[in-house]
C-alpha cells in the first residue's frame, strides 16, 4: 500500500509565496514521475508541474518562472515552491506519483494526494 500525504497550503494574499510538500510511503521499491496537478470546481484538473526521478522539469506556460518544483529521492518527497502567487493560482493541488511497489516492482501504478487548498487573496 501507497500513501501520498500533501502539506503546506493555505490562504496567502496576491504576490506571497506558499512552498507544498508530498510525502510518499509505504512498501514503495522504486518512485519514477511525480508532480503537481491543480484543480477549480467545474473544471477539469490540469497539469502545474512534473518532475523525474532524474530531476528533469516540465511546467504549465501558466506558472513558468514563478513556480519550482524539486524532490527528494531520499525522502521520497517532492515539493513545489509557489512564488509571485496570483488569484489565479487559486485551487486544489494534488500531488502525483507513479510508483512501483514491492508487491509488483516491475509495474508502476498512478497514486494521487488528497489534495491541499491553496487561495491567493487579498
Known amino acids: 500500500q501507497v500513501q501520498l500525504v500533501e502539506s503546506g497550503g493555505g490562504l496567502v494574499q496576491p504576490g506571497g509565496s506558499l512552498r507544498l510538500s508530498c510525502a510518499a510511503s509505504g512498501t514503495i521499491f522504486s518512485i519514477y514521475n511525480m508532480g503537481w496537478y491543480r484543480q477549480v470546481p467545474g473544471k477539469q484538473r490540469e497539469l502545474v508541474a512534473t518532475?523525474?526521478?532524474?530531476?528533469?522539469?516540465n511546467y504549465a506556460d501558466s506558472v513558468k518562472g514563478r513556480f519550482t518544483i524539486s524532490r527528494d529521492n531520499a525522502k521520497n518527497t517532492v515539493y513545489l515552491q509557489m512564488d509571485s502567487l496570483k488569484p489565479e493560482d487559486t485551487a486544489v493541488y494534488y500531488c502525483?506519483?507513479?510508483?512501483?511497489?514491492?508487491?509488483?516492482?516491475?509495474?508502476?501504478?498512478?497514486?494521487w494526494g488528497q489534495g491541499t487548498q491553496v487561495t491567493v487573496s487579498s
Open positions: 518532475i523525474t526521478s532524474g530531476g528533469s522539469t
Open positions: 502525483n506519483a507513479h510508483v512501483a511497489p514491492f508487491s509488483t516492482p516491475l509495474r508502476t501504478n498512478n497514486y
